[in-house]
């Protein structure tokens, strides 16, 4: 008998000594602000569209002449054999001498138009991928999330099956004692204590390690959690798979590919104009003397003027310009597949995506149901097995049922909340 005892209160004293870790809880909404504004990935994804900017203004910057400054001095020393044929030396006095030049290119077979376009659908493409980018990481965050709030619930289900495996176990142990039952019934109701407090350990375990991968994606340095009440359990009902697919067809995904394509029908009409000649007009005035102040001081220097118009063509360049025009058609192709591709994935997703939230709906609505079903025919076997109308084979049958459908419904929210967020990522914009 002791030993029966000590069975059924080592896993409790086990449990208490396990260390409670601080958890901060914290909503979905702050979670994902955190993470896309900590996330490598975000951040990547934000100094690429900086980047694309900066590509525009650098490419109608080609437009405005360029305007260079120099200066410098220098002197020249050595030997040299004068006309009585002696040696000599030659020390030259220092001389200074300042330059300032434009350029402009006036024409280039439109290749300056094609970079505007180019550097423009770069942006568009940078664009995309920064809502691509940001709606993945807030997927990452709402799966870790959803993780939390199924552990959570998982040990809100272990918590009533420990309690109900423990009602049930003085139960056993009274009608042991009265020599109503057997003492296989109490061992058997002693070890359904012990897996429901394992069950709870475990569920209590999986919070703490979502809880840790959360708090990595929001880049905070103290452990963070999920809200209980923060669910966000809203319906689909007003979003139908028409208006789905009509928000996946100007998805991340394919607004990405568009502009890739855009990007490479610019890039190839670039590598048309190679075949044009190109016209460039230039203006220099430089100036040279020996005043060491550069012509700023009490002396001056002999300054002259250049101004020139250049126009340059190149007859043969061993076919490079062929290839460059051949990887480019061979890009505007495969651009073209690639935004036939993912239109057609987005397509495939919100018809799979839809399924699969009408069918999760549907799921949790039965599966309701059979909890209620499985409360009351355990409800039902209790009572029968207190006035020796049944088995404890027959009650610990209906417990595990009941523990089955519990688990069951927790992972059917688990998957109905995933899908939800994946069709966010899709769609790149919040379903209401």
């Given amino acids: 008998m002791k030993k029966f005892w000590l069975l059924a209160v080592l896993p409790a004293a086990l449990g208490a000594q396990q260390p409670a870790d601080s958890l901060h809880p914290i909503t979905l909404k702050e979670a994902i602000r955190l993470a896309t504004t900590n996330a490598p990935a975000a951040i ?7 980047t694309a900017n900066a ?13 260079s400054w120099s200066m410098g001095q220098r002197q020249a020393t050595g030997v040299a054999q004068n006309p009585n044929g002696q040696i000599v030396n030659i020390v030259k006095p220092w001389t200074f001498s300042t330059g300032l030049t434009s350029r402009l290119t006036l024409f280039d077979g439109g290749r300056m138009f094609d970079n505007i376009r180019t550097a423009k659908a770069s942006v568009h493409s940078a664009e995309a991928n920064e809502v691509a980018q940001r709606y993945a990481v807030a997927l990452n965050v709402k799966t870790q999330y959803y993780n939390i ?24 142990v009274a009608k042991y004692t009265a020599g109503a039952a057997t003492r296989s019934d109490s061992l058997r109701s002693a070890i359904q204590v012990s897996n429901a407090r394992l069950a709870l ?6 919070v703490k390690v979502a809880s840790a991968a959360l708090t990595r994606l929001v880049g905070t340095q103290y452990l963070v959690t999920a809200t209980p009440s923060d669910t966000l359990d809203q319906s689909l009902t007003t979003v139908d798979s028409t208006q789905l697919a009509h928000l996946a067809a100007d998805g991340p995904g394919v607004r990405n590919a568009e502009a890739s394509l855009a990007t490479a029908r610019a890039s190839k009409s670039a590598a048309f104009s190679s075949y044009l000649p190109s016209v460039s007009i230039s203006y220099s005035r430089s100036g040279s003397g020996d005043d060491k102040y550069y012509g700023i001081g009490g002396g001056s220097l002999s300054y002259g003027k250049t101004l020139s118009l250049n126009l340059s063509y190149n007859i043969f360049d061993n076919w490079s310009r062929e290839q460059s025009n051949a990887v480019a058609d061979v890009n505007v192709v495969n651009a073209r597949a690639n935004l036939r591709d993912a239109q057609l994935a987005a397509q495939q997703s919100v018809v799979q995506y839809v399924a699969n939230i009408q069918t999760l709906e549907e799921q949790i609505k039965i599966q309701e149901q059979s909890i209620a079903a499985a409360e009351e025919d355990l409800r039902v076997q209790e009572q029968r097995y207190a006035v020796g109308a049944s088995t404890l084979l027959d009650v610990l049958t209906s417990q595990t049922a009941l523990n089955q459908a519990r688990v069951q419904l927790i992972q059917y929210r688990l998957n109905y909340r995933t899908t939800k967020a994946q069709i966010e990522q899709l769609i790149g914009r919040d379903l209401q």
């Avoid at 272990?158 to 176990?169: C, G, I, T, W």
């Fill in 55 to 67: 590509g525009v203004t650098s490419a109608y910057a080609a437009f405005v002449p360029n305007l």
């Fill in 149 to 172: 709030l199924a552990a959570e619930e998982s040990e809100s289900a272990a918590r009533a099956q420990l309690k109900q495996a423990e009602e049930q176990l003085k139960v056993s």
């Fill in 201 to 206: 350990l475990t569920a209590q375990s999986n």
């Fill in 44 to 50: 990547a994804a934000e100094g690429q569209v900086r």
